[in-house]
Nanobody
Framework: QVHLVESGGGLVQAGGSLRLTCAAS????????GAWFRQAPGKEREFLAAMSWSDPSIYRYGDSAKGRFTVSGDNSKTTINLQMNVLTPEDTAVYYC?????????????????WGQGTQVTVSS
């Protein structure tokens, strides 16, 4: 079992930046893919970015994240970050961290076994 906890959400003005962090604990040894999704009210959960905790060369971005968001990890291999720049009100949503065992990135929420509780990001105009 992998336990995920997100942090770093909050209120920011349009054009600003936020950095989200997801800390993993539990059975984190082995190969895992960490990912970020978001869900706005009335919309489906959307894939943003994912990367391998053990091999940073394995990563992928969703269309909404390309060019503005950057996913990264750290040497502990149990943290995944999402740096978000040039935020707009359309980025307002609950942001979720997810994880799956293996070496392949999945871009759909059903491909992930473990989820955090989510952190709210609100971008004001």
């Amino acid at each position: 079992q992998v336990h995920l906890v997100e942090s770093g959400g909050g209120l920011v003005q349009a054009g600003g930046s936020l950095r989200l962090t997801c800390a993993a604990s539990g059975r984190t040894s082995g190969y895992y893919i960490g990912a970020w999704f978001r869900q706005a009210p009335g919309k489906e959960r959307e894939f943003l970015a994912a990367m391998s905790w053990s091999d940073p060369s394995i990563y992928r971005y969703g269309d909404s994240a390309k060019g503005r968001f950057t996913v990264s990890g750290d040497n502990s291999k149990t943290t995944i970050n999402l740096q978000m720049n040039v935020l707009t009100p359309e980025d307002t949503a609950v942001y979720y961290c997810a994880a799956r065992n293996g070496r392949q990135v999945a871009t759909y929420h059903g491909g992930y076994d473990f989820w955090g509780q989510g952190t709210q990001v609100t971008v004001s105009s």
